[in-house]
């Protein structure tokens, strides 16, 4: 994609995504750039009806369906919001794309990550972003930390944590896939020094 410049923000549930999006969003406003903030899944009305079907549907969704149902939200996402808006030359500051699919989808066990990978990529015509943040937590220690009583988890809270850490494994296998397009941070640093590393990374985009 050529003009603008596109930043996506991964990792997992509680990571700091959101605030890091918003500082870097108020950074480029201040030194005057057209920003448009936006997610996955969602950032559209069509993508809006999809994300209520995926995150509030109850009752279970066929792994096969529910990987579709993202890649149709980033196909439609990316044609009317995305693409348009870095062909402006604008700044697109996003909450989750692609990798979240094979990370997320991915760590269910039941599909294999290169296929999804190949359905986001086939969704969206090979769009990938010029950046993407990984804000990499411990998922373990993130709700050890939360946790003033330090009791063992039950079954199913032993079986979320071992999906988390699936997911945080898949998104570091990414990471070091595609060095030049990610840049992995300690999500457990302090919010400035975080945001100071995104800044510096995005300003050496533009060189
Ligand atoms: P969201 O409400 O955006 O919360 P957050 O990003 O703060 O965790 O939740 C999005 C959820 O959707 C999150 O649990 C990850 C999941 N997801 C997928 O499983 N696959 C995808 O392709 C995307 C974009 C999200």
Known sequence: MTGGLWVT?????GSGKTTQAGLLEEWLRESGRTVVRTREPGGTEV???????????RGDIAPRAEAL???ADRAHHVATLVRPSLERG???IQDRYLDSSVAYQGAGRVLDADEIRRLSLWATGGALPDLTVLLDL???????RLDADDKPFDRLEAE???FHARVRSAYLSLAAAEPSRFLVLDAAAPIAEIAAEIRDRVTSLWG
Request: overall charge negative; hydrophobic content about 45%; cysteine-free.
């Open 9 to 13: 923000f991964e990792g997992g549930d």
């Open 47 to 57: 993508g809006n009806l999809i994300r209520d079907i995926v995150l509030h549907h």
């Open 69 to 71: 149902l993202y890649a």
């Open 90 to 92: 604008e700044v697109v």
């Open 138 to 144: 411990d998922p373990v220690a993130a709700r050890r």
């Open 160 to 162: 979320k944590a071992d």
